[in-house]
């Protein structure tokens, strides 16, 4: 067996058509490393290798005929997202009450593509944090330092992707959920364009009915290369539910073929979006290495376009509350807004207009989303990608404190922790495309540096172009020390 457990996708499956390993071997090999491992780390909390390795015994034995595109390939899938007879737990209903009945659209498109799922990883409580920590499962900690979080909502699975314990992750993002881990555990991540993967088949609604109304909320792959991403992109997208008998998906490709051709925004933000002075050198080292390599680089400001994004925010925040509190009882809504206006925070006032949003509110907020989508357009004509931070801060510690009361330091001054979606919000609200991938550079407390790149609706294929590029210039993914 020539592959590593940190072996890229793409890796192991051309050893396995090589007949250089087996699938039935593979999954030994991550079993056998979550056995040994996972106690560090707490990634996969629903293991499911007896059956993954039945399946993989099945594609072993099906050698000979035309391999399905990702057969034998050992994956993993956030707790969240529905795999049929295993738990959606969401992190707070027992796992025994909480069996899916079915495969959510996106694990079947990589079930019969032949991917095997070795598990289910750790989130938190409703999928709604950047830590994955809940009573069922326990806390996952950071590869890189086990003082600090993994990040969340798919934070197990970031973390099992950097150590080693699966090939591939599916995971989820409303307000950066694939995004912040992927950027906290130093590997790739990708969260699709609004529509061009379906995101039905997740907590906390039970059935695989798409829901226009949730589109904001995306499922989407984290990797160990970027390559490996445009991979399961392209296995999983297509429409959902019987939007499938008429429409066909046919994405534009990449803009361009190298960084020299390439433009380049800079996200200028505004003052009250702070960032870590550590995550902007970053961002300025690869200006620089895009500069030199002949690519167009320019600041973008994009206060003729929103303003200085507090509208912007608060609708995203208002949206997110409408879609999250559609599962929430009435009388919690109520009591939550009550908390969100006893706080001295216009932001906190639209979480609290939007848990006791009205129909009339979330038509208002979809219309919003769709003028930014427009306005967006217009920026996207001046540049290829958007380049900026993932979110304000870089992993920081474990944290279990009122959510609303947490804060973060920022270069020596305290900002409210909810704020991490502002920089999230602005791909999630108008469903744009948006990528993730390490930059070689560490903090101060060990912890990888992402940063995200951005592009126009449906121009997810730009992004992923992007991140493969870059990738070629800084190495991409290094495996976290201590998980050899």
């Not at 959510?403 to 973060?408: A, C, H, P, Q």
């Not at 602005?426 to 070689?440: E, M, R």
């Amino acid at each position: 067996m020539s592959i590593t457990p940190f072996s890229p996708a793409k890796q192991i499956l051309a050893d396995l058509r090589a007949r250089e390993t087996t699938a039935a071997e593979v999954v030994a090999l991550y079993r056998e490393r979550r056995e040994r491992l996972e106690q560090r780390v707490n990634a996969i909390v629903t293991p499911n290798y007896d059956s993954a390795l039945d399946r993989a015994r099945g594609i072993d034995a099906a050698r000979g005929t035309p391999a399905s595109t990702l057969a034998g390939l050992p994956t993993t899938v956030m707790d969240g997202i529905h795999v049929a007879g295993r738990p959606a737990s969401g992190g707070m209903i027992e796992p025994d009450l909480a069996i899916a009945d079915e495969d959510a659209p996106n694990v079947s498109r990589l079930k019969t593509s032949g991917a095997v799922i070795l598990g289910k990883t750790n989130t938190p409580i409703a999928n709604a944090d950047w830590q994955a920590v809940n009573k069922l499962f326990g806390r996952t900690t950071n590869p890189w330092n086990p003082q600090l979080t993994a990040g969340g909502s798919t934070g197990g699975g970031a973390a099992a992707v950097a150590t080693g314990l699966t090939g591939a992750e599916l995971g989820s993002d409303i307000g950066g959920s694939i995004r912040i881990p992927a950027a906290f555990c130093g590997v790739f991540g990708h969260k699709p364009s609004a529509t061009v993967l379906p995101n039905s088949g997740h907590f906390p609604w039970r059935g695989n009915f798409p829901n226009p109304a949730v589109r904001p909320a995306v499922q989407g792959p984290l990797t160990r290369s970027a390559a490996d991403l445009e991979l399961l992109f392209g296995v999983m997208a297509g429409p959902d539910g019987l939007e499938g008998k008429g429409w066909r998906l046919e994405l534009p490709g990449p803009r361009f073929e190298s960084l020299a051709t390439c433009r380049v925004g800079i996200l200028k933000l505004p003052a009250w979006i702070p960032v870590e002075q550590a995550i902007l050198d970053a961002q300025q080292s690869l200006v620089d290495t895009l500069a030199s390599l002949g690519a167009q680089v320019r600041e973008v400001d994009l206060t003729e376009a929103f303003g200085d994004l507090t509208t912007y925010y608060k609708h995203f925040l208002m949206q997110l509350q409408c879609v999250l509190g559609g599962a929430t009882p009435p009388h919690a809504r109520a009591k939550a807004a009550a908390k969100m206006r006893t706080y001295d925070d216009p932001f906190l006032a639209a979480v609290a207009d939007g848990l006791e949003g009205s129909a009339a509110l979330m038509l208002e907020m979809l219309e919003a989303s769709e003028r930014c989508k427009a306005k967006w357009e217009v920026v996207f004509r001046d540049i290829d990608v958007l380049l900026s931070p993932v979110c304000s801060v870089n992993a920081f510690p474990h944290d279990d404190s009122f959510f609303y009361d947490r804060t973060l330091l920022i270069d020596g001054a305290r900002h409210p922790y909810y704020r991490l979606s502002a920089i999230p919000a602005l791909a999630s609200l108008p469903g744009l495309p948006a990528t993730v991938f390490p930059t070689g550079r560490r903090s101060a407390s060990g912890a990888p540096i992402g940063l995200q790149v951005m592009g126009a609706y449906l121009e997810d294929r730009t992004t992923l172009e992007f991140a493969q590029l870059v990738e070629r210039e800084t190495g991409g993914f290094v495996p976290p020390p201590g998980f050899d």
